[in-house]
């Protein structure tokens, strides 16, 4: 095939392309091909990194009917024997089947590396309003249930050749997770850095895991919890927000590195306290917070929020029309129609659900576009924080046989 017929080809031809040209290679060679994953190197990645993870809750921890925490071990009968390891600040995104509809979300993994060693993982889930899979799963687990997850994901970790000797971690509602994780293991020695915890709730009875953090605390002189309370004033408390004044009270002199995970509000208002205290981009640090709602906020928001639009989406090379509002993101809207695309992260980073826009109008918002500048030239977005401004169609990758 000539390099210009190759160009015009679309993703699915080109996987084609390739697929039948490494069958015709080894086909033709007279050597017995040997199997990748009897190569160590290959089978340690393949442990390291599978590409999906069955799993079944094992125990239910509630703090409240919104807010539980599940024990997930492995699921030996389909074929995960052991946990994949992990760096404390990873998450596992977790596929949920409701009404014959697949939806995916990232849950950030609560329990300490050393944890898996012991068979388990711990995730929290806070019930979301208007939150299709947390509600589902906090009404509907049980001990038994059986989950699909991805193998541990995300950035959101301590990395002593970029990261300050430092963590100053900004923590709101469920965002304690990664950090619970991260306290624990620099308490079991798995990690070397120091961690300063400002953890915002409405009220001390809010603050999960607070108790547990204090023992840690109380026993290592690495890791610090500041409580900050909004709605109530306690002593040993801050009262208010985390603002800038109130990090600087509690950081050390020279360099700090700052975590932060939480709802969007609470990126909102900590980014432009962050800005104030003139740290370097490097040592500043975002976990996710799930989808992106109310694009109409951002002044350069261009649409009209009430529009509904035809979406035209290209799945392994089969083509669907499916309705798309002007206020839904492109990925919920495909998983609304049942067409179960991939994704990861829902918050335009992972690049899990990278797909080409071939016609029409988005709006990405600046704080969440992921994407590299030949994704932006090349006309490439991340559905999961895309919204449309008109009728557009796109190509999606395929989603992988193992999910």
């Given at each position: 095939?000539?390099k210009s017929k190759?160009s015009k080809?679309?993703?699915?031809?080109l996987?084609?392309?390739?697929?039948?040209?490494?069958?015709?290679i080894?086909?033709g060679s007279?050597e017995?091909?040997?199997?990748?994953?009897?190569y160590?190197p290959?089978?340690?990645?393949?442990?390291l990194h599978?590409?999906v993870?069955h799993?079944i809750?094992?125990?239910?921890?509630?703090?409240?009917?919104?807010m539980?925490s599940?024990?997930?071990?492995?699921?030996?009968?389909?074929?995960?024997?052991?946990?994949?390891?992990?760096s404390a600040?990873?998450y596992?995104?977790?596929?949920?089947e409701i009404?014959g509809k697949?939806?995916?979300?990232?849950?950030s993994?609560?329990?300490?590396?050393?944890?898996t060693?012991e068979?388990?993982?711990m995730?929290t889930?806070?019930r979301v309003?208007?939150?299709?899979?947390?509600?589902?799963?906090l009404?509907?687990?049980q001990?038994?249930q059986k989950?699909?997850?991805s193998?541990?994901l995300?950035?959101f970790?301590?990395?002593?050749l970029?990261?300050a000797?430092?963590?100053?971690?900004?923590?709101?509602g469920?965002?304690i997770?990664?950090?619970?994780?991260?306290a624990?293991?620099?308490y079991e020695g798995?990690?070397?850095?120091?961690?300063v915890?400002l953890?915002g709730?409405?009220?001390?009875?809010?603050?999960a895991?607070?108790d547990?953090i204090s023992e840690m605390?109380?026993?290592?002189?690495k890791?610090k919890?500041?409580?900050?309370l909004?709605n109530?004033?306690?002593?040993g408390?801050?009262s208010?927000?985390?603002?800038a004044d109130?990090?600087?009270?509690?950081?050390?002199?020279?360099?700090?590195?700052i975590?932060?995970?939480?709802?969007q509000a609470m990126?909102n208002f900590?980014d432009?306290e962050i800005?104030?205290?003139?740290?370097?981009?490097k040592?500043?640090?975002h976990?996710?917070?799930g989808?992106?709602?109310?694009?109409?906020?951002?002044?350069?928001y261009?649409?009209?929020?009430?529009?509904?639009?035809?979406l035209t989406?290209?799945?392994?090379g089969?083509?669907?029309?499916?309705?798309?509002n002007?206020?839904?993101?492109l990925?919920?809207?495909?998983e609304?129609?049942?067409?179960?695309?991939?994704s990861d992260c829902r918050s335009?980073?992972?690049?899990?659900c990278h797909s080409?826009?071939?016609?029409g109008?988005v709006?990405v918002?600046?704080?969440?576009?992921?994407?590299?500048m030949?994704d932006?030239?090349?006309?490439?977005?991340?559905?999961?924080c895309?919204?449309p401004?008109s009728?557009?169609?796109?190509d999606?990758?395929?989603m992988?046989?193992?999910?």
């Amino acid at each position: 095939m000539s390099k210009s017929k190759i160009s015009k080809l679309s993703r699915l031809g080109l996987i084609k392309v390739i697929t039948k040209r490494l069958g015709a290679i080894h086909k033709g060679s007279k050597e017995t091909t040997k199997d990748l994953y009897a190569y160590h190197p290959n089978a340690l990645a393949r442990e390291l990194h599978p590409s999906v993870q069955h799993l079944i809750v094992k125990e239910i921890k509630p703090f409240s009917n919104d807010m539980k925490s599940f024990i997930l071990a492995p699921d030996p009968e389909l074929g995960t024997e052991r946990l994949a390891w992990f760096s404390a600040g990873n998450y596992l995104s977790i596929a949920a089947e409701i009404q014959g509809k697949v939806f995916k979300r990232p849950y950030s993994i609560a329990s300490s590396p050393a944890d898996t060693l012991e068979g388990f993982y711990m995730i929290t889930v806070k019930r979301v309003d208007g939150g299709i899979v947390s509600q589902y799963i906090l009404d509907n687990w049980q001990v038994g249930q059986k989950v699909t997850a991805s193998a541990p994901l995300g950035d959101f970790t301590y990395e002593r050749l970029r990261d300050a000797s430092t963590v100053i971690g900004i923590a709101g509602g469920s965002g304690i997770t990664p950090f619970r994780s991260l306290a624990k293991a620099i308490y079991e020695g798995d990690e070397s850095c120091s961690l300063v915890l400002l953890y915002g709730s409405r009220t001390l009875a809010d603050a999960a895991f607070s108790d547990e953090i204090s023992e840690m605390a109380a026993k290592c002189d690495k890791i610090k919890l500041v409580n900050v309370l909004s709605n109530e004033e306690k002593e040993g408390c801050e009262s208010g927000f985390i603002t800038a004044d109130l990090i600087k009270k509690y950081a050390p002199a020279g360099d700090y590195s700052i975590f932060m995970c939480g709802p969007q509000a609470m990126y909102n208002f900590a980014d432009k306290e962050i800005e104030k205290l003139g740290i370097r981009r490097k040592f500043v640090r975002h976990e996710l917070f799930g989808e992106y709602f109310h694009p109409e906020r951002n002044a350069d928001y261009g649409g009209n929020i009430e529009d509904t639009f035809t979406l035209t989406v290209t799945i392994a090379g089969v083509t669907t029309k499916i309705p798309c509002n002007a206020n839904t993101t492109l990925l919920r809207a495909m998983e609304d129609a049942g067409l179960n695309p991939p994704s990861d992260c829902r918050s335009g980073r992972c690049g899990w659900c990278h797909s080409q826009l071939l016609s029409g109008d988005v709006y990405v918002p600046a704080s969440v576009d992921g994407r590299r500048m030949a994704d932006k030239i090349y006309g490439y977005i991340h559905p999961c924080c895309t919204f449309p401004l008109s009728d557009l169609a796109i190509d999606v990758p395929p989603m992988p046989k193992e999910h």
